[in-house]
């Protein structure tokens, strides 16, 4: 699972320290869930896997999605960060393309679904600019999004 820049790896007991000192910037702490929060919602969630983000085999971020379909018929991206010293680099972009490559070869996967806080402008340009499009809904306070796979 890899682009030129970017590589997704799965979190293991190996890797589990380091995805979980991983941060985002301060301002930003209110945006995203804690790393270890999100592995620990990995283990009680069967049908999500969480990865590393790694570029040149130092891992940059962290991204939880679902790697079967969820019950409500859609794919997940549950969770993403980058670290803050590897924002502003294009890592993210890459690495939700990298997602949205792995899920859209799957048959059963038509519509990939991500959600982040009102307030997080930059979550919601970057997926725009990704092909997600607001469904208009709202879950948890969240703004959810839409990728339609097309085939």
């Known amino acids: 699972m890899s682009n030129s820049m970017v590589t997704l790896k799965p979190i293991t007991k190996e890797n589990e320290q380091e995805c979980i000192a991983l941060r985002p910037r301060r301002d930003q702490e209110d945006l995203v869930a804690s790393n ?86 930059e979550a919601n340009r970057l997926y725009k600019s990704l092909g997600f499009q607001e469904t208009g809904e709202i879950e948890d306070g969240e703004i959810v999004l839409s990728y339609h796979v097309t085939r």
């Open 36 to 121: 270890s929060d999100s592995i620990a919602h990995a283990i009680k969630e069967p049908t999500s896997r969480p990865f590393g983000i790694f570029a040149e085999d130092k891992m940059v971020g962290f991204l939880l999605f679902d790697n079967e379909i969820y019950k409500d018929g859609y794919y997940w991206i549950l969770r993403f960060m980058v670290d803050q010293r590897f924002q502003k680099k294009g890592y993210g972009s890459l690495a939700i393309k990298e997602v949205i490559k792995i899920l859209t070869s799957k048959p059963d996967c038509t519509q990939i679904r991500v959600n982040h806080v009102p307030h997080n402008v």
